[in-house]
Each structure stands twice: as C-alpha cells, then as structure tokens.
Antibody, heavy 119, light 107 residues
C-alpha cells in the first residue's frame, strides 16, 4: 500500500524558513517523480514543485522560484521542500504527491501538513 | 502558462440526478487532463486521467470527455458520497495547472 507522510509544518514568521519532509513507502520510490502541491485555507490547489525520479531535474511554480528548493533522498525514500523567505501568501496545507513522471497526474497524495506564515 | 477555468463554481444537484462539470484550457492540452475529487479535510483523489480513463476503483457513474481545450466530467446519478469539490488539472505542459474547482452541493 502506497503511503506518503508529511512532517515539518508549523508557524513561522514572515521572512523565515521551514523544511518539509515526506516519507514514502509501498512503492519503488526512485522510479517515480514526486511533487509538492499546496492549498491555501478555503482555496484551490496550486502546484508548487516537482522532481524527477533520479532527482536530476526540478521544476518550480513562478510563485516560489528562487525561494523554495525541492530535493529527494532515494536511499531513505524521502522527499523534502526547503522553504525560505516565507511570505503570508505561502500559508497553506502542503501535500506530498506521487506521479509517474513529471508530466503525469498525481495518483497518490499525502494527508498534508499545515504551514502558517504570520507574525 | 496554461490557465484552467472551471464552471460553474457551485453546482446544486439533487441525489440521483446527473451533474455536468466543465473545464476549459487557455490553450490545447490534447488529452492530458485529469479530474480530482476532494472532500472536506481530505486530500484530493484521482478520478479521471487522459481526459476519459477512470482511475483504479472509481465507479462507472463518473465519466470524462473532451480534448484540446474543452473537457467535461459527468456524474450520471449523484450519490451522497459524491458531494465534494472537483478539480481539473492539465499535465501537458509545465507549469502544471489546476482549475479553480467546482463545488457540487446538495440541492
């Protein structure tokens, strides 16, 4: 059974940093692309970042480019999102997501972790 | 950047009735369109990919159609568990993009 478990969310001040992690199990982690998708309170879904199975290629939404860094450790089956220079508009639930390639639908989602950026 | 527009924003339907949801892309995405269902407090769930292929375990009352820029999700006979928010998503080009969602509520 595929399982994705996010951690690392919390309250952070504007301009601060936070690192999200996602532990994956139940599939051959290094074979699949992974992504982060976020959802602001009461709002829709926004694709944040994606990374290929080998980790060699990364993709970012314009809204986070230059501030967020996606990475993965295939030896530990973990995905990470380093978030720097956080803004109030980054407040959202962040979902870890599994895809087949970087341009395929999300077939599994984690339950999400809440990030709140506020002073 | 491709923009996805869903209509209507809210759809009020009685149980047992048909629901038709629309999704429009600002440029062609071929058949690279997915639909997701999200219930309150839950992660989204993949319903349809390739514009018309049901994901594993999705009931036959859900069907998708369309190509290019115009897509439709049809729920043939709404069940109580189908009242939720539905999102379309294009995966033809990066950045991948979701529509704003359609909330299907009980009439």
């Amino acid at each position: 059974e595929v399982q994705l478990l996010e951690s690392g969310g919390g309250l952070v001040q504007p301009g601060g940093s936070l690192r999200l992690s996602c532990g994956a199990s139940g599939f051959s982690f290094s074979t699949y692309a992974m992504a982060w998708v976020r959802q602001a309170p009461g709002k829709g879904l926004e694709w944040v970042s994606g990374i290929t199975g080998g980790g060699g290629d990364t993709y970012y939404a314009d809204s986070v480019k230059g501030r967020f860094i996606i990475s993965r450790d295939n030896s530990k089956n973990t995905l990470a999102l380093q978030m720097n220079s956080l803004r109030a508009e980054d407040t959202a639930i962040y979902f870890c997501a599994k895809t087949t390639t970087i341009v395929t639908p999300i077939d599994y989602w984690g339950q999400g972790t809440l990030v709140t950026v506020s002073s | 950047e491709i923009v996805m527009t869903q209509s209507p924003a809210t759809l009020s339907v009685s149980p047992g009735e048909r629901a038709t949801l629309s999704c429009r892309a600002s440029q062609s995405v071929a058949y690279n369109l997915a639909w997701y269902q999200q219930k309150p407090g839950q992660a989204p769930r993949l319903l349809i990919f390739g514009a018309s292929t049901r994901a594993t375990g999705i009931p036959g009352r859900f069907s998708g159609s369309g190509s290019g820029t115009e897509f439709t999700l049809t729920i043939s006979s709404l069940q109580s568990e189908d009242f939720a928010v539905y999102y379309c998503q294009q995966y033809n080009n990066w950045p991948l993009a979701f529509g704003g969602g359609t909330k299907v509520e009980i009439k």
